[in-house]
């Protein structure tokens, strides 16, 4: 078995429902540890985080 590089995030219900949508197209995610936490490839965490910005920016609401 080969070992990846990864990045722990934490996040909510949410932001994680969002990541696993995202990762259906560009599989990113290593692993999926709990309500709270996954692990992405850390070589993909930068633009994963711009995507995740993207996404939220589409949901806000500007008064």
Not at 36 to 52: F, Q, S, T, W
Request: aromatic share 4%; charged share 35%; glycine share 2%.
């Amino acid at each position: 078995m080969k070992a990846i590089k990864g990045v722990l995030l934490t996040c909510d219900s949410a932001l994680k429902q969002i990541l696993l949508t995202m990762n259906e197209k560009q599989s990113f995610i290593i692993e999926d540890l709990d309500d709270n936490h996954v692990v992405i490839k850390a070589d993909e965490e930068y633009r994963v985080r711009l995507e995740v910005e993207a996404e939220l920016e589409k949901n806000s609401f500007d008064a």
